[in-house]
């Protein structure tokens, strides 16, 4: 006990002893940037979000697409109301028995303050993706354009091995398509006919979901991703697909 | 040969193989018919998600880990029977041709389980040719599988005409197109970075010695109840050949055994996923597949009982090679399932993806893996009488033939 409070009389000693509170808060928010920070399962060191995000030779400063559309996630926004997913499902005719985007619901009884959280998902739309390099026949591809990653429903084999490959379960066999059915950021339903966003994040009251051209520094995924101060991170990176779906708190 | 492909004469022998023979052509033929049946009702009437126990979470199951036992057996029996009648090595080659007929039926008998599992079979034949993607795992095991089966039909009429130059090239054409294919099918899971379990060189190494392993356990099995069929003892040379087979599959037990246990003690030390899969066959829901089945039916027992058969003790050869063959059966379902069990978001701890994913197969599937089995059976039931049990006519026996062959091969090599 008394070498405890020896050892914090020391301390105090190696303080400088006159920092401002803005200061130190700043440092203190840098600290837990560059430490890390644990949300989503995922524990990532932000030195630079997109440097994390995108490894050294991957799509860091250059996208490849044009527009390059990405999602980012304001996750400790998200209520549950699940309106997203019945816009998903009204836009583009989801059957009950799958789904384009889910939310899910993580409690944690111990927490302090709020004891519950939600947490959408829909395909990554990777860069890496797992699903276009394993299907026989090219029946899923990424749009040379946009790279999202698109379903050509008549080379559909129904092998089903891009569902085994897709490190986020954002694929199921459609039985009236006769084809793997996932989310084209509603690139069939809006995108393509003029429209500028998608059906889930236009139901959204909270706005949860922001989409956007990760390629236009102008656009304000791409100024989410591409900040410091908030920590900003990606489902399951450890799967290597470089995926196009972000996600954020605060 | 030609006596032998008399059709007329073929047909007699099959008509004379005895009530119990035809019982179990019979039987083989109803489940062949009935699992075609089922697999079509699957696919085009009832749909695939009403008739078959996959899921979202786990899309590839039994119909999948049938294909794969068929392929790795099929893989095994070429490579297994090149040993003999490619490489040269003598005492392997009285079994060569009934294993390269095996070889063939057991592939057959995997195109036609996997043919009732993928959704559109029709579109696969187009677009696989039309739009070939050459990133893909699953197109090279097709792709290379369809060659090899066109290798080892050539290979085996070319065996039949005792024209071992021709049969020795297409053969070594058919062991690299195979070792190659059973190797990407392999890729195919482990190739897969997103699944922790299956992830890594693992799988495409292990297919390799496992299909070693279930190729002499098919060729022990078949070899012994094909003379039981044709009501021959086992002669000098094919019993020679026997006890070198079961030395093979000794051998590989214990290379297969040295993977198993890598295998496990890795995934005990790995990330999350793989902790969950290891404990789920250890001591969870697939603990008794695995002790019982992959450990004991699949490796131990048999091992034990062809090492104190000495290879010559045919009813314990026999009795291993069967409870080896149904081992590895349970073997391959559980390397395909357990890969998925373990929710992709489970590190999350969100409620939709709390517990492990459960399979159970349905009635359809086990009809349709029974089809496959009545396949396999009524091709090998048939092929023993029409090929009259590999015998040689003239009065000259197949071994005689086959070690002249053997000289001959060494001498042009």
Redesign the interface.
């Given at each position: 006990m008394r070498r405890d409070t020896a050892a914090g009389e020391n301390s105090k000693q190696n303080v400088p002893e006159q920092v401002p509170d803005e200061q130190r808060r700043e440092f203190l928010k840098i600290g837990l940037i560059v430490t890390g920070f644990f949300a989503?399962?995922t524990l990532i060191s932000l030195v630079s979000n997109a440097r994390q995000l995108f490894p050294p030779g991957a799509f860091r400063q250059e996208y490849p697409y044009k527009p390059h559309y990405a999602m980012i996630m304001r996750q400790d926004r998200c209520i549950g109301c699940e309106r997203c997913v019945d816009a998903c499902v009204a836009a583009n005719h989801v059957p009950d028995?799958?789904w384009r985007t889910?939310v899910?619901?993580?409690?944690a009884p111990k927490a302090v303050g709020q004891k519950r959280e939600f947490?959408p998902?829909l395909c990554n739309q990777c860069n890496n993706p797992?699903c276009v390099?394993?299907?026989?026949?090219?029946?899923t591809f990424k749009d040379k354009t946009n790279g999202i990653i698109i379903m050509n429903d008549?080379?559909?084999?129904?092998?089903?091995?891009c569902?085994?490959?897709?490190?986020?379960?954002a694929?199921?066999?459609n039985?009236e398509k006769?084809?793997i059915d996932k989310c084209d950021f509603c690139l069939e339903v809006n995108l393509s006919k003029g429209k500028k966003t998608t059906a889930c994040v236009e139901a959204c009251p909270a706005d949860v979901r922001i989409f956007g051209d990760l390629s236009d520094p102008g656009d304000s995924v791409y100024k989410m991703v591409h900040q410091l101060q908030r920590p900003v991170w990606v489902?399951?990176e450890?799967?290597?697909?470089a995926p196009n779906v972000f996600y954020t708190k605060g | 040969m030609w006596e032998a492909m008399d059709i007329k004469a073929a047909y007699r022998r099959v008509l004379s193989g005895g009530p119990v023979y035809h019982a179990f052509v019979l039987l083989f033929a109803l489940l062949l018919v009935v699992g075609i049946s089922a697999g079509i009702h699957a696919l085009f009437i009832a749909g695939s998600r009403h008739a078959y126990g996959t899921t979202r979470e786990i899309p590839l199951a039994i119909l999948i880990s049938t294909y794969i036992f068929f392929a790795v057996a099929s893989t095994g029996l070429c490579i297994v029977s090149s040993i003999g009648h490619v490489f040269g090595v003598r005492d392997f080659m009285p079994i060569a041709r009934r294993a390269v007929l095996l070889s063939i039926i057991t592939i057959l008998s995997g195109f036609l389980v996997i043919g009732l599992e993928i959704e559109n079979p029709f579109r696969m034949a187009v677009y696989n040719v039309l739009s070939p993607n050459l990133t893909s795992n699953i197109w090279w095991m097709g792709t290379l599988y369809s060659i090899f089966l066109i290798l080892m039909s050539i290979e085996f009429v070319f065996l039949m005409l005792h024209r071992h130059d021709v049969s020795a090239k297409t053969g070594l054409l058919g062991v690299i197109s195979d070792v190659a294919a059973i190797s990407v099918l392999g890729g195919i899971f482990g190739m897969l970075q997103g699944r922790e379990f299956w992830y890594g060189p693992y799988l495409q190494l292990y297919l390799v010695a496992s299909a070693v392993v279930t190729g002499c356990a098919f060729i022990l099995f078949f070899v012994i109840l094909a003379h039981r069929i044709n009501r021959t003892a086992i002669d000098a040379p094919t019993g020679r050949a026997l006890e070198v087979v079961s030395k093979l599959a000794v051998l590989m037990l214990v290379v297969v055994m040295f993977f198993t246990v890598w295998k496990m003690l890795t995934a005990a030390v790995g990330g999350p996923a793989n902790r969950e899969a290891f404990s789920a066959v250890i001591s969870g829901p697939f603990a008794f597949k695995f002790w019982v089945f992959e450990i004991t039916g699949g490796l131990v027992l048999p091992f034990v009982l062809l090492l104190l058969s000495g290879g010559k003790k045919i009813r314990q050869m026999f009795v291993a090679a069967t409870v080896m063959i149904f081992s590895i059966f349970f073997t391959r379902l559980d390397m395909v399932v357990v890969g998925q069990i373990v929710p992709l978001y489970l590190e999350l701890g969100v409620k939709e993806f709390a517990g492990l994913h459960t399979y159970t197969p349905s009635l359809h599937e086990i009809l349709v893996v029974l089809g496959g089995f009545g396949f396999c059976g009524l091709a090998f039931l048939l092929g023993e009488k029409i090929f009259d049990g590999f015998q040689e006519p003239h009065g000259h026996r197949e071994d005689d033939e086959t070690a002249t062959d053997a000289v001959r091969v060494e001498e042009t090599s």
């Open positions: 989503g399962g028995y799958g889910l899910m619901e993580r409690e947490i998902i797992p390099r394993t299907c026989p026949t090219k029946a008549k080379k559909c084999i129904g092998c089903k091995s569902m085994i490959a897709c490190p986020y379960n694929r199921y066999y039985e006769g084809a489902m399951r450890q799967a290597g697909a | -």
